[in-house]
């Protein structure tokens, strides 16, 4: 199912959108829905280390620099934001 929304977005934002999804090769809508699904799993993410700190307390420096090890890890294999856009 999907749910059409009138959205305002500033000039150069809706340009470089515009580019990003060609260079993409999906739609304008696509490719903003990839981005506000990615947004709230980062939110989602979020709440969740928050609520491991709040019973198990704050990640220390150590384990803060472990898991930016592991995502640098993770993000240099992936090649090329087309690679990253689910197609629709």
Do not use: C, P
């Given at each position: 199912m999907v749910t059409k929304r009138s959205?305002?977005?500033a000039d150069d934002?809706?340009?470089?959108?515009e580019t990003a999804a060609g260079e993409d090769g999906v739609s304008f809508?696509?490719?903003?829905s990839t981005a506000a699904e990615?947004?709230?799993?980062?939110?989602?993410g979020l709440r969740g280390v928050a609520?491991?700190?709040a019973?198990?307390?704050a990640l220390t420096a150590e384990?803060?620099?472990a898991g930016e090890a592991?995502?640098?890890?993770?993000?240099?294999?992936?090649?090329g934001m087309a690679s990253r856009v689910r197609r629709r």
């Open positions: 959205v305002s977005l934002v809706a340009t470089a959108v809508s696509a490719w903003l990615r947004q709230l799993r980062v939110r989602q609520a491991w700190e019973e198990a307390g384990e803060i620099a592991l995502l640098a890890r993770l993000l240099s294999g992936v090649s």
